[in-house]
């Protein structure tokens, strides 16, 4: 049977629309993530004999009637279509224009439709069903009644994490255990090397060509705005062995001859000292000698740093959010300021970069305390930076938040983003407008990136080293776009 996994097109005339990423967009930065949900599923289709493919539409910049044009040969039967919120009606529309091409049963999946699966079937009748949050077996199970021929209720009704349409009538089957044995998935390199081309995805913040790979699901913090774990993976850790993780590394320094560096995209790679350490020696042990990135919280000791710096750590990416104790407390991060700083000192010790990120616009959130986050990440001074409003999506508490207290300035998706795909600040509150927050986040760039100390040392840093300057070139040349336009005071897109 054919199986169809579709990254589908949206905003393509404005670039490349990232809608597996934490905040979906088309970023200023130029950062564009891998579909690696859709791959880690397709990995396991394969792996059971389906015969399968994987379309990436925004990655090439795709327009409807191409995509269409791509898959028209194939026929598939199954069809899983990632979605996001800002998308959500476009995704819709493009399943429906499949449905009527090929007939396939159409699957939508990604944390809007797992957040809100009786409002994503309810978009148009072509959409057949919804797999819920972690969806490789949820698919995988489908897909083998589907080959015997049973699609009806009593058969589809026994799939954990589906919801499903029979006629005129939704159904919600009970939700899936979270999958505990991730060993048991192929590796997700695997499929990006089948189906996709790698040098399509982007990080800003590290070296190009890049690779995208976990090391584990799941995190156990409680941020009221984090979109994943509340409403994808979960609060629960369940990881890869070090084993298994090392033998990817290994597969994938074999298979992309021109790689550059590899990115954990774990929510937090480091939030276990004794596990992050024994994967540096692992790393050690079998000799290998690559530069990565990861996920990370503001929290890791100096000694961790160390052996993870010399196990190849080249840069973390960091959720500092704000310079502002109360603020911290009230979006649940777990995190004193103090210990941001101490961290700081001890990343430059250790030779890691990090990049910075910015959160303004949460709960208790006022005109002081902006100025007070500008100024701690000019004190931080990261490598680099990003300063964004918060972003509210459905089935996270800062989205419960924001629509109890009316602070929505609209409930249409589709205006979570600006016409040009950018961020759109969509919360606004008594004594600090979205529009102000977007003032904000214009003015908190510029200062942070134009400062002459910045320059002089990115410019140092790139004659220092060809890789980093093949980095730091294309993303200086997308994000100056931005930084030198001249931005009304009404504008209304922000992002990093």
């Known amino acids: 049977m054919r199986v169809l996994f579709l990254n589908p097109p949206f905003m393509s005339r404005h670039g490349k629309f990232s809608r597996e990423q934490r905040s979906p967009a088309v970023t200023k930065s130029g950062t564009f993530y891998y579909p690696m949900w859709l791959c880690y599923a397709a990995g396991l289709l394969e792996k059971h004999g389906f015969e399968v493919r994987v379309i990436d539409a925004p990655a090439k910049r795709m327009s409807v009637e191409d995509a269409l044009s791509a898959l028209k040969d194939f026929a598939p039967e199954l069809i899983v279509v990632d979605t996001s919120t800002p998308s959500i009606y476009a995704d819709a529309d493009v399943a429906l224009r499949i449905k009527g091409l090929t007939g396939g049963f159409i699957v939508l999946v990604g944390t809007h439709p797992s957040a809100l699966p009786e409002q994503t079937l309810k978009i148009n009748d072509c959409v057949d069903a919804v797999a819920r949050k972690e969806y490789e077996y949820t698919v995988l199970e489908l897909a083998s009644l589907m080959e015997k021929g049973a699609t009806g209720r009593e058969a589809l009704s026994k799939i954990d994490g589906l919801s499903f349409r029979q006629g005129d009538e939704i159904f919600h089957n009970r939700d899936r255990q979270f999958l505990d044995d991730v060993d048991s998935l192929p590796f997700v390199s695997e499929s990006y090397r089948r189906h996709l081309d790698y040098r399509d995805y982007f990080y800003a913040h590290s070296r190009h060509p890049i690779v995208t790979l976990i090391t584990g699901r799941g995190c156990p913090h409680r941020c009221v705005y984090c979109l994943y774990p509340q409403t994808f993976n979960g609060h629960r850790l369940r990881y890869r062995s070090i084993k298994n993780v090392v033998d990817e590394i290994e597969y994938c320094y074999r298979n992309f001859p021109d790689l550059k560096e590899i990115m954990f995209e774990d929510d937090t790679l480091t939030v276990n000292k004794k596990r992050a350490t024994e994967f540096a020696h692992e790393i050690l042990k079998r000799g290998l000698k690559f530069k990565w990135s990861a996920n990370s919280r503001a929290d890791v000791d100096l000694e961790t740093m160390k052996i993870l710096k010399k196990a190849g750590a080249r840069l973390f990416c960091v959720g500092i959010e704000s310079g502002e104790q109360s603020i911290l407390d009230s979006m649940k991060k777990n995190l004193k300021v103090e210990r941001i700083k101490q961290f700081f000192m001890d990343a430059r010790q250790a030779g890691i970069l990090i990049h910075g ?128 336009k001249l931005t009304p005071a009404l504008r209304k897109g922000c992002d990093p």
């Open 357 to 484: 990120c910015f959160l303004v616009g949460n709960p208790g959130e006022t005109g002081e305390t902006l100025k007070t986050t500008l100024d701690f990440a000019l004190e931080l001074n990261p490598d680099t930076a990003q300063f964004f409003p918060i972003m509210v999506y459905p089935g996270t508490s800062a989205y419960d938040w924001a629509k109890q207290n009316k602070y929505l300035v609209t409930e249409d998706f589709q205006e979570w983003l600006s016409p040009e795909g950018l961020h759109n600040c969509v919360l606004s509150r008594p004594g600090l407008s979205n529009r102000e927050l977007v003032a904000f986040c214009d003015e908190a760039r510029k200062k942070f990136y134009m400062r002459p100390s910045f320059i002089a040392r990115k410019f140092i840093q790139g004659l220092s080293n060809p890789q980093e300057l093949k980095r730091l070139s294309k993303g200086a040349f997308t994000l100056s776009k931005h930084l030198l």
